[in-house]
């Protein structure tokens, strides 16, 4: 197979010539496989774009991509696609090119590729794997923490390293990821990448590594600008999680209802009822309202079908009668000790509460899966 490693660099020529003779030589320990090293240089002022011309000479498997300094991200998709359309890699790997990945964990991400998996993790936080003991505190917290909130944050907590850039993946992933990632041009790119890829049902494998502080040189993270892009992504990616879910739809679905119910609790008022008669009334004209949307909209893919819809029906009304009770319960005893003219805030506050009670219910009573 074609194996392609990507070797992202700027101001790196006190390290590339070493990087590169070590994955030569690991590379020949690798049979069947043809490897091929991609440097993406960012415009380095400092030499390493000339180390690298001379060592094409003698080495003819390597190939350097220049270019304006974009981003880490950037020069990734750059050093993708020339791997794919140019020289037709079956795998693709990127690793920092500062001698903190260890070149010798080559063959355990080929290997796992190999046996079905297509993308590999190297993975700082599992069993294993390892953050330089050197780090001082604050920096192992901060990444540390960075890494728990992208886990926990975006819901795949079963992947650990996040952040980390030592990676092998095949190219379909690229092929049909490459409009999507492309907006990414710093560091958030890795996170966005793999998670774009496991919504798209890739098959992780996590390896342990061991990360090394790089020993020349300095860290081209700029630890405020990162720490906000990841915020960013992690907020924005679940909250069309769930605008695009289920709660969505239904929150949707219950604005809806909600609009009903306050518009006829307004005219059961102003023509002379009590508020409690038009919150009655107007919670079972949005019930039915909820009913019929919810079935065709918010839980499609486990919709209520004939004959079993009117019995559903039925049922879903009451279980709503908890939601109206709250609701009731609220507006009743909100006018009873603040007067008649509070019943717009204690009705606000009795539909919020029913908002949560009801969605518990439809989506594991009416519509469980």
Do not use: C
């Not at 490693?5 to 101001?11: A, E, H």
């Not at 990945?101 to 993790?121: E, K, Q, R, T, Y």
């Amino acid at each position: 197979m074609n194996v392609a490693i990507i070797l992202p660099t700027y101001n790196e020529r006190d390290t590339i010539q070493l990087l590169l003779d070590r994955l030569e030589q690991v590379s020949k320990t690798i049979p069947k496989n043809t490897f091929h090293f991609v440097v993406v240089d960012d415009n380095s002022p400092d030499g390493t774009i000339e180390l690298v011309k001379k060592r094409q000479k003698t080495h003819h498997n390597i190939s350097l991509l220049t270019g304006p300094k974009l981003g880490l991200g950037r020069a990734l998709l750059r050093g993708m696609k020339y791997s794919i359309d140019e020289l037709h890699a079956d795998i693709i790997i990127q690793m920092d090119a500062d001698l903190s990945h260890d070149p010798s964990v080559v063959p355990d991400f080929v290997s796992a590729i190999d046996n079905g998996n297509d993308f590999v993790v190297g993975s700082r936080y599992i069993r294993g794997g390892s953050i330089p003991e050197n780090w001082a505190p604050h920096r192992k917290l901060f990444s540390i923490i960075g890494n728990a909130i992208v886990r926990y944050g975006l819901g795949f907590p079963t992947v650990h390293d996040w952040t980390g850039g030592y990676r092998a993946y095949i190219p379909k992933h690229v092929h049909a990821l490459e409009k999507e990632i492309s907006e990414y041009s710093g560091y958030v790119f890795q996170i966005a990448f793999l998670h774009k890829s496991i919504l798209l049902g890739a098959k992780i494998k996590e390896i342990p590594i061991h990360f090394t502080d790089r020993r020349f040189g300095h860290s081209k993270i700029a630890p405020s600008e990162y720490i906000r892009n990841v915020l960013w992504y992690v907020g924005h990616e679940r909250f069309l999680a769930i605008v695009k879910g289920s709660l969505g739809k239904f929150l949707v679905v219950g604005s809806i209802g909600l609009l009903i119910n306050s518009v006829l609790l307004e005219l059961f008022v102003r023509i002379g009822f009590h508020p409690i008669v038009g919150s009655i009334i107007g919670a079972e004209m949005a019930i039915i309202s909820n009913f019929f949307l919810n079935n065709a909209w918010t839980f499609r893919s486990r919709a209520i079908a004939n004959p079993h819809r009117i019995r559903k029906f039925f049922q879903f009304n009451g279980s709503s009668f908890g939601a109206l009770f709250i609701q009731a319960s609220s507006v009743y005893f909100g006018t009873h000790i603040f007067g008649r003219e509070a019943y717009r805030l204690f009705f606000v506050i009795g539909v919020g509460i029913g908002l949560i009670y009801n969605y518990l219910m439809y989506s594991k009573v009416i519509w469980k899966k």
